[in-house]
């Protein structure tokens, strides 16, 4: 087994140094933002953002589309409902008055009868 190796304050000093200088030589070597590279980095990501905002707007255009469609339908349905609405009414109305009418018949046809009935009790006891 290896012995232990104490770094005295030199050696660390001069590590951290070296690690300094590491750090700086790996952020010199990056490209400039006027490097060709750079400049070609960034116009992809802008055409990819323009692709992207062109999308979300497509998307959202077909959805006020569609939003549109389906107010458009609902109002049809609505305006559909109301007529058969009033359809029914006025089926009910006529049924209601022809009933009205059927009663008052049968009334007049059953007064007629008892009044019968009352005239013919009459002539047999005269």
């Known amino acids: 087994m290896a012995a232990f190796k104490d770094n005295d304050f030199n050696e660390r000093k001069k590590v951290a140094a070296e690690a300094r200088q590491q750090l700086l030589a790996k952020f010199r070597t990056q490209p400039k933002p006027d490097d060709p590279a750079?400049?070609?980095?960034?116009?992809?990501?802008?055409?990819?953002?323009?692709?992207?905002?062109?999308?979300?707007?497509?998307?959202?255009?077909?959805?006020?589309?569609?939003?549109q469609q389906r107010a458009a339908d609902a109002a049809a349905r609505a305006e559909e409902d109301a007529r058969l609405a009033a359809e029914a009414?006025?089926?009910?109305?006529?049924?209601?008055?022809?009933?009205?009418?059927?009663?008052?018949?049968?009334?007049?046809?059953?007064?007629?009868?008892?009044?019968?009935r009352y005239a013919a009790r009459k002539a047999r006891r005269k």
């Open 89 to 116: 009414a006025e089926r009910a109305v006529a049924e209601k008055a022809e009933r009205i009418a059927r009663e008052a018949a049968l009334e007049i046809e059953r007064k007629a009868a008892r009044d019968a």
């Open 38 to 67: 750079v400049q070609a980095r960034l116009a992809e990501r802008k055409a990819v953002a323009e692709a992207r905002d062109a999308r979300l707007a497509e998307r959202k255009a077909a959805k006020e589309a569609e939003a």
